[in-house]
């Protein structure tokens, strides 16, 4: 992620599966670079990741409860 202050970050919880994944991937496709947050389903998280990356943005994988 460049310096630029017009970047546009989502912070999404339960983002490794689900209606978490679909909204990650949804704002990656329009630009966002996403945060995924996870509880305990890190290889789901990942996988989220990749198919971000997949629609074009990038994103980071967080472990947080």
């Known amino acids: 992620m460049s310096g630029n202050c ?3 970050v989502a912070i999404v919880t339960g983002g490794s599966r ?6 990650c991937v949804e704002l990656a496709s329009v630009g966002y670079f996403i945060l995924i947050n996870y509880r305990s389903d890190e290889m789901g998280a990942i996988e989220t990741l990749r198919m971000i990356r997949d629609a074009g943005s990038d994103g980071e994988v967080m472990r947080c409860d």
């Open 6 to 8: 017009n970047n546009r």
């Open 18 to 23: 689900g209606i978490g994944r679909a909204i």
